[in-house]
């Protein structure tokens, strides 16, 4: 046991029957930073239970850490009943990842009621992802002008996606260190305006930041443009390992052109397992007569 958690250990008994609130939350915030979350909650429940919103907020956070999705929503409730705004952000991000996104988009308009342009940014996604795209843009346009720089770059890809308008260039740029799909958004834009040398040092600065956004058009670039197959393969295995399922259907075309129909069969349907029709259809065609 290290001289910290000792130290903690020793604040942790001090505190066993307090009714500081000041003081719990002090000792549960050090002990959640230290990974001790179980100790935390202990903290931050008997906070909440004295009434406070701020130990409610934590508990909350406290709570998502732990996978305890139901239990952390009634906390945010608790907190947000007793004034503390900022939990309505993380309510509607645990909502959301419960499955309600209509509780969470509700969450996200009240962040986003009460200043927190975040709130504003993940509502915006929530609306693209249900189609509403203008309403989307509009959203995060809003939240751009408020200064958040995410929104900003969101407008940008979003902007890039739409139009391909090569005028985007510096807002790109300006986006890539907040949004990694502003990077891998850029080096689509060198590629297209022939700076490949460049869109390869761009998206290969993503990778090297392990941004999964930024493998699927490295690889694209290597094998489209510089004809490096086998740097291509390694881009596309790369992206697959960090996650990016997309990466499957584009090995398995990789590897169909290479002659290799059995890999490409596999890449395909591991594609097509997670949902991505252009795998889905490419699978159908290699199994077609």
């Known amino acids: 046991m290290s001289r910290m958690d000792d130290e903690l250990d020793a604040r942790l008994a001090r505190i066993s029957s307090s009714a500081d609130v000041d003081e719990l939350l002090d000792v549960g915030c050090d002990l959640a930073e230290a990974g001790r979350l179980h100790d935390a909650e202990r903290c931050f429940a008997t906070a909440d239970d004295l009434g406070s919103p701020t130990a409610a907020f934590n508990l909350g956070n406290t709570l998502g850490q732990l996978g305890r999705g139901v239990e952390a929503v009634t906390a945010y409730e608790r907190a947000l009943a007793g004034g503390e705004t900022d939990a309505w952000l993380n309510l509607g991000n645990v909502l959301k990842d419960l499955g309600d996104l209509a509780g969470a988009m509700h969450a996200y308009r009240g962040a986003a009621a009460a200043g927190d342009s975040n709130g504003s940014v993940a509502l915006a996604f929530c609306l693209r ?146 949902g991505d029709a252009l795998a889905e259809r490419a699978l159908r065609d290699l199994l077609t007569p």
């Open 129 to 274: 992802e249900q189609g509403e795209r203008d309403e989307a843009m509009a959203v995060a346009r809003t939240a751009a002008t408020a200064g958040n720089e995410i929104a900003r770059a969101v407008v940008a890809c979003w902007e890039w996606c739409r139009t391909l308008d090569p005028s985007l260039e510096p807002e790109l740029r300006a986006g890539a260190e907040h949004f990694p799909s502003a990077r891998a958004d850029l080096g689509d834009l060198l590629r297209s305006t022939g700076r490949v040398a460049e869109a390869r040092e761009v998206l290969e600065r993503g990778t090297g930041r392990r941004e999964v956004e930024c493998w699927l058009p490295l690889g694209n670039l290597l094998s489209h443009a510089l004809g490096d197959e086998h740097a291509a393969e390694a881009a596309y295995r790369s992206g697959i390992t960090a996650g990016d399922t997309f990466c499957h259907n584009n090995l398995g075309v990789l590897l169909e052109e290479r002659g290799d129909e059995r890999g490409a069969e596999e890449q395909c349907r591991l594609g097509a397992a997670a």
